[in-house]
């Protein structure tokens, strides 16, 4: 009666990643993307020691090395509003995570990682769009597929949802009306791009704030640059004119003067509202960025995508085992996905929201570069390893923020006079 054991919707990391180990375990897996592979999809192309972490874990590092022939990068470099800097050493932060992170144009890491579900025994079917479910009473028992070659049902007791800020099949599941606020973001390749080292660049510049730039070198002379700008309240900047500002007027704008355009810019938007809907249902679990696991400050997803299908990968199987697909049993899924993730977000939404201002980023730059307590706590939470909260567990810093806030509060005043 079933085509599969499992269809896997979107062939991202996060999909990839789960065919990978279900096809590994004899799990029939069907891994579905509306594109043929390889495809280009926008992204800084980094992978941050915690995604290194779980490669290793799979048993894909070596090869991907081999493989892929990824630039290695050893540092984050901060920049501060007025120009400060800070280099976070990932090999410094002792994390017990890898000292290194890669970066790896998505052609060709999505491309791998959909070869290494095919040879770990998943079958692929790219060119093939998930229109619908298949339903039996409330459950999901299947997909309808929309393909050149027409359209086409693929019935599966499980169906595992992995289709990144693509919503549509979250309406037709009930789950969202419309699209939670995204980062909005731009990249392009940049060729002749001078000075670049071993390390991701992130430029905090009060013009782009709410957001960020980036500089990611891909190899010695041509980089990924690109500019994310948050949600929040009034209007939002255009994320290509904050790029071509950054490009001409913003710090690193010297290194670019013989830069060129390689292709296009490109825009893509990233959901970072994790937990805003349920992330499983009877006969359906979603993973990666569909339920919105992207850092809500440096907008990376890959790593946790990747880690969404190590825990989702648990979960299916122990579904298998009990030969049972409802909510009942998948509701470890998102006890997982909590425990996990759960505080760590909310913690990250409220840092984007209150500390990614130009006064802050300047004091929480320049003290993290004289003061390696701050600095090894400022690592963790970008690493996501240190949930934000810990930050009011230090006393020293409480005191610093309190100061800070006080004298925010006081200028305000001293303005409104
Ligand atoms: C500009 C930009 C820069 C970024 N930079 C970084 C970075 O440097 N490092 C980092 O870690 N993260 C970065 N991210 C985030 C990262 O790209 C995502 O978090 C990551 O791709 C999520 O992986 P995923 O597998 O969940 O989804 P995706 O990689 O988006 O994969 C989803 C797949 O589903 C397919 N799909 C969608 N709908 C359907 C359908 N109905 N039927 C069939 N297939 C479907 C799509 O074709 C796609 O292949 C960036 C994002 C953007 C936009």
Redesign the pocket.
Known sequence: MWDADVVI????????GLAIQLARKGVRVLL????EFP?E????????PR?IAVLERMGLLNELLQELEPYRVEQAVLFSPSGHRWRMHFDHAGFGLPGFGLIVP?YRL?GFLVSKAVESGAEFLGG????GFVRDGRKVVGVRIDSESGGRVVKAPLVAI?????I??HRELGLLQSMPPVVL???GYFTNVSELGHAMEFYFESELMPGYA?I?PVDEKTA?I?V?VFPGTGRRKNPYKMLNWFMREGQAAGRLTEARIQGQVK????RTDYPSHPTFGDGFIM????IG??NPVT???????LESAELAAEAVEHALERGDFSRKTLVVYEKMLRKRFGSYFSGMRVLRDRAVRPEAMDRIIRAASRDPKLARTVAGINLGVISPQAVLRQPKLVVRLVRYLAKRFFRRLNEAD
């Open positions: 919707v979107g062939a991202g990391p996060a999909g990839s579905l993307d509306k594109e495809r999809k926008t992204c800084g192309d980094g992978l941050t995604a998505r999505d093939s769009q998930v229109v992995a289709t990144g800020a693509n549509g099949l973001s731009a990249r980036w990611f990924n690109g994310g825009g893509y938007p990233l993973l990666g960025e569909s696991l992207v907008g990376e997803g890959i790593d946790l995508a």
